[in-house]
């Protein structure tokens, strides 16, 4: 999972993936931009170990894929390939050069010299951390991906296997089951998907490589407190490229402020011990502000002619105060709490569902930042409970934009005085506001949704 350094950081999967977890009019959530969640990396990203390979040396047919010896996508100095290779000679001096910070996180010098004797830097890392995909997925495809009827009866089992545990853990921390359950099916498909790779290896490679080494020295040296400590066992600590382990999908700094040891048994084991993994999960959600007994969301009805200026995470109401503005519920029942606050979110634009967000969907996102992650986690989680499908379609006519496409667009903006910023190819508020003073002066609805036939209209066709 995603956890939070004082800013929100994304743990596992490729850069590229931010894109791909969301349909094109929706703004990446994450502040630092460095991936998404492993559910996306284990279902799309290449499988593969460690790479220790010379970054000329191809790897065997069998063999995880090398590093392309290119500059990072990003344009980042520290991921040009010169900088790369230059950090990557100097790697074993950096490793030994964390000691004094080791030793003052209280890591015996024979830990430190046990756990980082024979480490390499992982170079493919560099490839993962700045790639660009030139295809994204909408939403619909991922939670066609992700809700599936054999991940919830998988998830049916679990909740029924472990229900001592999650009663145990919901009584404990007033976490919902349902919410823990998703995430562990939706990150690790119930611990089938959990990443091949050495945490400390990619922990090392970052802290030592690339554009994010002082967030990483920290994942490293912490992925060494938790082996000192003897919470888990260097092969227990597998995980993704960024460092995130276990089936929900811990990064050490994560690990050591929320797991839990629920059992008693000395070890707080998230990996193979599922009442720790249970409640060290609900615990982060717990003190994240998750509020017991409310709901995460309810998919709503956009009205006809609805602004949509107020689709803004930054302008919540009251549900009551959204109802005067014609929105209700899909299912036509009212709002239990009227009083509750909420933001709405419209992620296929106005030929689609929209939601309203209350406090524990931000907490879910939180934990991975990503509106259409944590709108996967809240839906799988109410289908686990009995609930049904939504009620409304998506716009499944519509064509998700190419990377290319996503470029033009913004230039094409650009030129018309709309944005302002530097095109990428990549979709924030920016690109969402200037997209929207477009349809809105040529009649369309503002809801910054990017469809071909605004590229059209935007080229003057």
């Known amino acids: 999972m995603m956890r939070q350094t004082g800013s929100m950081i994304a743990r596992a999967g490729a850069v590229a993936l931010a894109a791909l977890l969301l349909s094109p009019g929706t703004t990446p959530a994450q502040s630092q931009g460095d991936g ?115 991940r919830m009866a998988k998830g049916r089992e679990i909740l029924a296997q472990y229900k001592p545990q999650f009663d145990a853990v919901e009584k404990a921390y007033g976490v919902d089951r349902y919410i823990i359950a998703s995430i562990w099916g939706i990150e690790s498909n119930y611990s089938t998907m959990i990443g091949d790779r050495s945490v400390l290896q990619s922990t090392a490679t970052l802290a030592c490589i690339g554009r994010r080494q002082a967030y990483f020295k920290d994942e490293f040296l912490v992925a060494l407190e938790i082996l000192h400590r003897g919470d888990l066992k260097p092969e227990q600590l597998k995980g993704s490229w960024a460092g995130a382990f276990g ?82 519920r899909a299912n036509g029942k009212p709002y239990p709490n009227p009083n509750d606050k909420a933001y709405l979110l419209a992620p296929a634009g106005a030929g689609g569902p929209g939601f309203l967000m209350l406090q524990n969907f931000r907490v879910i996102m939180k934990y991975n930042p ?60 920016m690109t969402r506001e200037a997209l929207r003073a477009f349809q809105v002066s040529v009649g369309l609805p503002a809801d910054g949704f990017a469809t071909a036939d605004v590229l059209e209209k935007l080229r003057g066709r």
């Not at 951390?129 to 939670?143: G, H, R, V």
């Not at 986690?377 to 519509?398: C, K, S, T, Y």
């Not at 944005?419 to 508020?429: N, S, V, W």
């Open 36 to 150: 998404v969640s492993n559910f996306l990396n284990n279902l799309f990203a290449p499988k593969g170990g460690s790479n220790t390979q010379n970054p000329q040396q191809g790897a065997s047919p069998s063999g995880p894929l090398p590093w392309s010896g290119e500059d990072g996508a990003s344009g980042h100095p520290l991921m040009t390939a010169s900088a790369i290779r230059e950090a990557a000679a100097n790697f074993d001096r950096c490793v030994a050069g964390m000691w004094p910070d080791a030793q003052r996180r209280g890591i015996s010098q024979e830990s430190f010299q046990r756990f980082t004797a024979g480490l390499t830097p992982d170079l493919r890392i560099m490839d993962l951390m700045d790639s660009q995909p030139e295809f994204t997925k909408a939403i619909w495809e991922y939670l066609d991906i992700l809700v599936n009827d054999n």
């Open 247 to 328: 089936p929900t999908q811990f990064m050490p700094t994560a690990f050591k402020r929320y797991a839990v040891d629920a059992d008693g048994d000395g070890r707080r084991d998230v990996v193979d011990n599922p009442y720790d993994l249970i409640a060290s999960t609900a615990n982060n959600l717990k003190k994240d502000g998750w509020q017991s007994g409310a709901s995460w969301g309810y998919e709503i009805v956009i009205p006809k002619g609805f602004n949509f200026m107020l689709a803004d995470r930054a302008k919540a109401m009251t549900l009551a105060q959204w109802e005067q503005q014609g929105v209700r």
């Open 370 to 429: 990503a509106e259409a992650y944590a709108l996967a986690i809240g839906h799988f989680a109410d289908r686990l409970r009995g609930g049904p499908p939504f009620v409304q379609p998506w716009p499944r006519q519509e064509r998700v934009l190419s990377r290319t496409e996503r470029l033009e667009l913004q230039q094409l903006l650009a030129q018309r005085g709309f944005y302002k910023g530097t095109p990428d190819g990549q979709f924030g508020r």
